[in-house]
């Protein structure tokens, strides 16, 4: 009798494999299982090398302003998602073959062997999933037990779909009176049924949660330079960012989520005895309230992976005494429940009291995306160099390189001074003092905390012109620029520098953000 080619094991794989991520899908949303796609996808991207990630940051960050598609860090984060997804496919189709394959060499394809192979090939993943799932409620025992079952369904569907299309019809089923192609079709459209169905009761579930709305401190207060004398130019990006529109990095598909009853700040390595805080102990401590703008080291020129809000916390300078350090401590390393990891060093601490373990963002516990419970900031640093959902500090003797400078990025992160034209506002156009036209342009500058003294601007191959700078809301955060441009028709081209607190000029020569930071003038064309 014929025998099934290897396309139809990559079929059946589709086939059931689609419908396994839907079930998985629907498990995650209703019952807090993992989602297996993310966790292999998370498990696979911490192993790749370094200039392969680089390179998948790089392309992804370029067609996502190339095309204009949106705010970066959130479609970045969806299309990785979309890849969890495809490469878990991927490995359903490459599996199909496989157990085609097997099933094919065996002269009585049996359900057992179907299920076998579905358990062994559930184990990698079992492994991968009950050490790196960070987002399920459940125990591991459950989240062992349901994945076996899962993948023992798609050996059992898979085994039961080769004997109905190529088994030897036992003489007590009912003769076979769909032909292999009415078969496929019949069973297509039940997978299809069969995910079309789970995704929606999945997302209906994921809608149900109400968060309670918290009112930020922003909803409150004045900010600290509400009586500035430099208003924006209309069009510039709000200087305090919401928290839904603070850009969000990392390595983690889905955010990990941490039980705050069972976490503790851990404190180990070099210390006389091991030390363990409760949220409530570190909040215990003079609290600090400081003004930052994060920024990440992806962030190209005039990117959008640049925010700012109000962090809270405490200065670890107020932690060092209780941490009883041995002698011979020169860094602590950072590490964090995703396992990403960095150093800071203990004269960094003693010398910046700003260096602050953050538990609220706007007066609110910190976002889970953006790292509840306890982060970091470290000031002059991109993102890279401070840990969100930290779980403990290590008292080390030695420097080590994080997580981004052990796959080629900096070992020192220092945010490189940049500034951007947010607007050239054509559409609100000013008079001026003697009868003339202006046109309001705006942006920001940042220059981590060495801070801005001037920014310049320039029209055309014009002289460059002296921008007003509005108080910033504080000495680590971004400063919002004007500047009036008196209105002549046709097309300009605006081109911003700026310098940082001591004088010193913004580098002007082009560079990647890869491997320290983005620099180079930005520059716009606007036709008036
Ligand atoms: N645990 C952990 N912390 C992390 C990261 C991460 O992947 N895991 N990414 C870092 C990077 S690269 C940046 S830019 C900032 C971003 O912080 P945000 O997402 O809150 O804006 O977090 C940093 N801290
Ligand atoms: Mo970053």
């Not at 798609?154 to 004997?163: K, L, T």
């Not at 700003?354 to 790292?371: A, F, K, Q």
Request: charged residues 20%; glycine residues 8%; contains cysteine.
């Amino acid at each position: 009798m014929k025998k099934p080619g290897i396309l139809n094991g990559a079929l059946f794989g589709i086939l059931l494999t689609v419908p396994m991520i839907m079930i998985f899908y629907l498990g995650w949303k209703a019952a807090g299982l993992p989602f297996v796609p993310f966790d292999l996808f998370d498990w696979i991207s911490r192993r790749l090398p370094g200039a392969v990630i680089t390179f998948g940051i790089e392309t992804m960050v370029g067609i996502i302003r190339g095309l204009n598609l949106g705010s970066t860090a959130v479609v970045a984060k969806t299309a990785e998602q979309l890849m969890g997804v495809v490469q878990f496919l991927i490995g359903g189709i490459i599996a199909g073959m496989l157990v085609n394959i097997v099933l094919r060499s065996l002269k009585d394809s049996s359900v057992q062997i179907a299920v076998l192979i579905g358990g062994i090939l559930s184990i990698p993943i079992e492994i991968i999933s009950l050490t790196h799932n960070q987002t399920s409620s459940v125990s591991l025992f459950v989240i062992a037990i349901w994945i076996l079952l899962v993948f023992i369904a798609w050996g059992i569907s898979f085994g039961w779909i080769y004997r109905r299309m190529w088994g030897q019809p036992k003489k007590e089923e009912e003769p076979v009176n769909l032909s292999r192609r009415q078969f496929l079709v019949r069973f297509s459209s039940i997978a299809a049924v069969i995910t079309v169905a789970g995704t929606s009761v999945g997302a209906l579930f994921g809608k149900r949660k109400v968060e309670v709305a918290e009112e930020p401190w922003s909803a409150t207060h004045a900010m600290p330079n509400a009586d500035a004398n430099v208003q924006p130019a209309p069009g510039t990006r709000p200087e305090f960012t919401s928290l839904k529109n603070h850009y969000r990095i990392d390595i983690d598909t889905m955010p990990p989520r941490v039980d705050l009853n069972d976490w503790r700040l851990k404190v180990s390595g070099l210390v006389k005895k091991p030390l363990e805080f409760t949220m409530d102990e570190l909040r215990s401590f003079p609290q600090m309230n400081q003004f930052i703008t994060l920024e990440c080291i992806s962030n190209p020129i005039a990117g959008d992976l640049i925010s700012t809000t109000r962090w809270t916390g405490v200065s670890m300078q107020q932690l060092l005494p209780e941490f009883g350090l041995n002698p011979e401590v020169t860094h602590f390393i950072i590490r964090a429940v995703d396992g990403f990891a960095e150093a800071v060093s203990l004269e960094d601490i003693k010398n910046d009291n700003r260096i602050m373990l953050t538990y609220e963002w706007d007066g609110l516990s910190l976002p889970v995306p953006h790292g509840f419970p306890l982060r970091i900031y470290i000031p002059d640093r991109y993102g890279m160099k401070q840990p969100k959902w930290i779980e403990s500090l290590e008292a080390t003797d030695h420097w080590e390189e994080g997580y981004w400078v052990e796959r080629g990025w900096d070992r020192n992160a220092r945010v490189r001074t940049t500034s951007v034209i947010d607007k050239v506002a054509t559409d609100a156009i000013m008079d001026g003092p003697d009868g003339n036209k202006l046109v309001p342009v705006g942006g920001i500058a940042y220059a981590g905390a060495r801070g801005i003294s001037k920014v310049e601007i320039q029209a055309d191959t014009n002289e460059w012109q002296e921008a007003e700078l509005r108080t910033p809301l504080s000495a680590t955060t971004w400063v919002i620029w004007r500047y009036n441009f008196p209105y002549s028709q046709g097309e300009h081209t605006f081109t911003v520098r700026c310098y940082e607190g001591d004088g010193t000029p913004q580098i002007a020569t082009f560079a990647t953000p890869h491997p320290s930071g983005a620099t180079g003038l930005h520059s716009v064309s606007v036709k008036m």
